[in-house]
């Protein structure tokens, strides 16, 4: 039996022996007791993107004269783009600092600049937390709605994902969980100041001050967990750029795209959002899909089109809705018509308990498993799918100097194979995305993917492959197939997982 919920308006639960956080169904209704989360400012911290290499200087010392503090906190590696201190004093105001910067951007020192603000999981936003109890096991997991719905044992007749990277940008991700298997690359990174590495561990935080510690910690395992059911051979990188309540910041969320880019994911997941349309996010997600990479996106779990969430909402990247069992909108998903898939995404409770054929489930640390709801899992099965497209096209260009190809070919396979759901849900016709996904509809769109091993994509892993390894044989800065643990390096350990697939 696991244990017993109930549906609530106000959107926290008490936690129980059994339960080390219980699902939220504080959208029952769509209506919250407390009015719209708040994305509040970083105190002290703006982001700038300079103009040509002087203008760093000038802008600090323009800033200097008025304000205390000023110096430069960090910078985005290989891009002008800076995040920067201010003291205030007790009669200035933060709008005085962003006239300041604006009036710069005018006069053409600055391309841009904006101050910096919050950005949070969904999930974290409504106080949303994870169920777990007995019945939730990697059985319960393997077997959920989500993979007769989606049709991903189907789909891996043709893709696991074989070759491909998918960056995580999350809490972390435990990598020691059994599920995994090896599939995380021990290349991650954290970009949480102070933070002892990028797992997903509990650092007994508050920083949404509601009253909850380490509130989100298991959301990035959780996340990756349901891209790794969809997407099993993909190598999983951890991106931690929130803290164990879920939260995090525009430059430290940017940063982790761009880190992402550089390290060559094919994927990048981000299950979290931001109502503020920042500009360093806009710029990031832009870059990645200039590149080649697919960015994906949470619509946000507050039933509301207004405001809107980013990266969901932005134009180069995939917002992903949440739908439930039978392909309706999940009470708690937000509506908006700059939304592009939809995914399942919600789980159900009868008399106070879940209905295990009904639900979302996936690995959390400790090598546990639980129950979760929420827009951010609807994503994650989004990249999933899209990793198994990419494992079937190796060819397709990781890097275009023209628009954003690879972001529109998979768009399309996803659209063509995708499952109408307007009968369903005829009040949000247009607000949920074009259809719901479909892994076995979209591998079908492409050639049967090559194994894990096959370097040159030949349909088979042989001699000509152990070449390609050798050649390639030591550090690699970003990226390539012949790393095929995707750990930075092609060594003996790629060697060793080619000749464990000869022949296939």
């Known amino acids: 039996m696991v244990g017993t919920l109930r549906r609530l308006r106000v959107t926290r639960m008490i ?17 919250f007791a407390f009015g719209l989360p708040d994305y509040p400012l970083v105190p002290g911290e703006a982001i700038i993107r300079t103009a040509n290499p002087k203008a760093l200087q000038q802008t600090l010392s323009a800033l200097s004269q008025q304000f205390e503090g000023v110096g430069v906190i960090d910078d985005i590696d290989g891009r002008p783009v800076y995040l920067i201190s201010y003291a205030l004093t007790p009669k200035q105001t933060y709008h005085q600092v962003e006239a300041m910067l604006l009036n710069l951007v005018a006069q053409g020192t600055l391309t841009w600049a904006e101050m910096n603000y919050v950005g949070q999981t969904g999930e974290g936003n409504t106080d949303s937390l994870w169920l777990s109890g007995v019945g939730v096991n990697s059985g319960s997991y393997l077997d959920q709605y989500a993979v007769p719905l989606l049709g991903i044992n189907d789909a891996h007749a043709r ?29 991650g990174a954290s970009f949480v100041p102070k933070s002892p590495g990028w797992g997903d561990i509990a650092q007994g935080v508050d920083s949404d001050n509601d009253g909850v510690i380490d509130e989100q910690m298991g959301h990035g395992t959780f996340v990756a967990g349901l891209i790794h059911l969809v997407a099993p051979d993909a190598m999983i990188l951890s991106a931690r750029a929130l803290d164990s309540d879920g939260r995090g910041n525009c430059f430290r969320i940017a940063q982790a795209v761009a880190w992402s880019v550089d390290r060559g994911a094919h994927v990048v997941n981000m299950s979290l959002g931001e109502t503020y349309h920042s500009k360093v996010l806009e710029d990031m997600v832009l870059e990645a899909s200039i590149r080649g990479v697919i960015v994906t996106g949470a619509a946000g779990n507050r039933n509301t089109p ?199």
């Not at 260009?397 to 690879?406: I, K, N």
């Open 159 to 187: 893709s696991r994902g074989a070759g491909v990277v998918v960056s995580v940008i999350d809490t972390g991700i435990d990598a020691s969980h059994a599920i995994f298997d090896g599939r995380i690359s021990p290349q």
């Open 15 to 31: 936690k129980s022996s059994l339960i080390h956080s219980a699902i939220v169904s504080a959208f029952a209704s769509g209506a």
């Open 306 to 504: 207004d405001p809107r969430e980013f990266p969901a909402c932005d134009p180069n990247a995939f917002g992903v809705s949440a739908f439930d069992w039978n392909d309706q909108k999940a009470p708690f998903s937000n509506f908006e018509d700059q939304l592009d898939f939809a995914a399942p995404g919600d789980s159900d409770l009868v008399n106070g308990v879940p209905n295990m054929a009904r639900c979302i489930i996936g690995p959390v640390p400790g090598n546990n498993y639980a129950i979760w709801e929420g827009t951010s899992f609807a994503n994650a099965f989004v990249s999933g799918t899209a990793a198994l497209i990419r494992a079937q096209r190796p060819d397709w260009p990781g890097s275009v100097v023209r628009p954003p190809q690879v972001r529109n070919r998979v768009y399309s396979v996803l659209v063509n194979s995708g499952v109408p759901f307007v009968p369903q849900n005829p009040d949000h016709e247009g607000l949920l995305g074009r259809v719901r996904v479909s892994a076995s509809g979209a591998v079908l769109e492409n050639p049967i993917a090559p194994p894990l091993g096959d370097v040159n994509a030949d349909g088979a892993v042989g001699a000509p492959d152990i070449a390609i390894v050798l050649s390639s044989w030591g550090a690699a800065p970003t990226f390539v197939r012949a790393d095929l643990n995707a750990d930075g390096a092609v060594d003996a350990r790629d060697l060793t997982i080619l000749l464990t697939n000869w022949g296939q």
